[in-house]
């Protein structure tokens, strides 16, 4: 008891000098801006880009700062795979905290935008850009955040790590799974900060802020159909194309079960208390419950695309690829289906489903790669305390939540390697305009220098005593 009350009065004092400092925080602000906008215009596509280059411009920020070298290290297996790892030296107390976020981006295509994606743009309240929200954002808060902590000559009673790393949106040189396997002693930690949680804001009201202690495990199929081909001007029903088609219009209507853990039920019940839709709060407050009510549930994910993905395994189709001339019959017709398993769903039975579904022998359906199953992390006090004492101070009315993520980070390297792992963002977004991975991805003004206060001040709660 004693422990929590003590840690209590250090986080009350670092909320009070966090609110005295919030007047002299212009600068900072403007230097957070800098490196923000300085990441999002080094292209790391896996296509263009070279994650090294922007690696070693956030190691020369931090040598500026006062890093010593010793601590601030570049290092990856390949020459455009650069990951940074820096070392911000504590009294060594405890053991180190680890702030991981990726450097690496999905790809952009300048046709496909309303502005140039790879060129930092404030308009009408956002800033735009591929990676703002998707991870260049945290990146940036963490690098500024560090700085700042620098020059006020704060000293941690634990080591904190910086990990940016490559390749988590996926490629051949996974940054977090090769530290790990390579050189864990650089990144060994207590426990680690990622992605993955984000504060959650409808029609302009704060709702949820969430702590991701789980994810969905990741897993691409491939469906082929081959033929024989043939000329166009003899077309016949045996058509690779049309079997394709076919199949996945079939996936296109299918819906797999319903299925809560219970750190999803934990997310439902708690979320009830802040909805102000009275019918929404009722279905969630229903699935909350066991047994589960799958008519609240069902129209719980009819009403939201990111609903629906907490509580089912999902696989889409999102690449296409057929035929090799405008006169000629094809040859293969071939589809990647990505799938978000549950965690527990294996994904040989996932593949078995996928086969039913299609309902034509005609088209194989094959694993991509090996699916790395993610171990969900117990939720530790300390993180929770310092989470939500933060939340009650800079946001009244928002409730933290325990998250399971729809999409999969580099948290299951880390996890699965014993060290817990918890999506943690403090930057709100509305939950109906996700556009991280598509179409002129951005991120509130407002929201990401409110991250960058949070993330400030969590680092602080989570180092010092």
């Not at 702030?99 to 009408?124: G, I, M, N, T, Y």
């Not at 991870?135 to 000293?155: N, P, T």
């Not at 889409?316 to 293969?332: C, D, F, I, K």
């Not at 991509?368 to 933060?390: F, G, H, K, Q, Y």
């Amino acid at each position: 008891m004693r422990s929590h009350i003590s840690r209590a009065l250090v986080l009350v004092a670092l909320m009070a000098s966090g609110r005295m400092v919030v007047s002299q925080s212009r600068p900072f602000d403007e230097r957070a801006r800098e490196i923000f906008k300085e990441l999002i215009e080094i292209n790391t596509t896996a296509s263009a880009g070279d994650t090294t280059v922007a690696a070693e411009a956030m190691a020369a920020r931090l040598k500026a700062a006062g890093f010593p070298a010793a601590d601030v290290q570049v290092v990856g297996p390949a020459p455009k795979k650069g990951n940074l790892v820096a070392r911000f030296r504590g009294t060594g107390r405890r053991r180190p905290l680890l702030l991981l976020a990726h450097l690496d981006v999905v790809e952009a295509k300048r046709e496909d935008w309303s502005l140039d994606p790879f060129v930092f743009q404030e308009k009408d309240g956002f800033f735009y850009g591929r990676g703002t929200s998707d991870d260049k954002g945290m990146a940036s808060q963490f690098v500024a955040s560090l700085i700042r902590l620098k020059e006020e000559g704060f000293l941690p009673d634990r080591d904190v790590i910086l990990a940016l790393t490559a390749d988590e949106e996926g490629g051949d040189f996974n940054g977090a799974d090769w530290l790990v396997k390579t050189h864990r002693d650089l990144i060994d930690a207590a426990f680690a900060v990622n992605e993955g949680g984000s504060g959650v804001l409808k029609n302009g009201k704060y709702l949820v802020n969430e702590v991701q202690a789980a994810e969905k495990v990741y897993q691409d199929f491939r469906l082929e159909v081959k033929n024989t081909g043939g000329h166009s001007s003899l077309p016949v029903k045996d058509n690779a194309i049309s079997h394709l088609s076919g199949g996945l219009a079939r996936l296109g209507t299918f819906e797999f079960p319903i299925r809560l853990t219970d750190i999803t039920r934990t997310y439902f019940e708690r979320s009830a208390t802040v909805q102000t839709d009275a019918k929404t709060a009722a279905d969630m407050r229903a699935v909350a419950r066991t047994p589960l009510n799958i008519a609240a549930a069902t129209r719980l994910a009819t009403s939201s695309p990111y609903y629906n993905a907490m509580m089912r395994t999902t696989c889409v189709a999102t690449r296409l690829e057929g035929g090799h001339a405008n006169n000629a019959l094809p040859q293969l017709a071939a589809a990647v289906v990505n799938c978000r398993l549950l965690p527990g769903d294996a994904p040989e039975a996932t593949r078995q489903q996928l086969v039913k579904v299609l309902a034509d022998a005609k088209i194989a359906v094959t694993a991509i790669d090996e699916a790395n199953p993610s171990r969900p992390a117990t939720l530790i006090p300390e993180v929770m305390t310092a989470v939500e004492s933060l939340t009650a101070a800079m946001f009244p009315g928002v409730v933290v939540v325990p998250v399971m993520s729809t999409g999969a980070t580099d948290g299951l390297f880390l996890r699965n390697a014993g060290i817990p792992t918890f999506g943690i963002d403090g930057t709100f977004s509305d939950i109906d305009d996700v556009r991280m991975h598509g179409r002129d991805e951005r991120v509130g003004v407002k929201q990401y220098f409110e991250g960058l206060e949070f993330q400030y001040k969590l680092i602080k709660a989570l180092s010092a005593r």
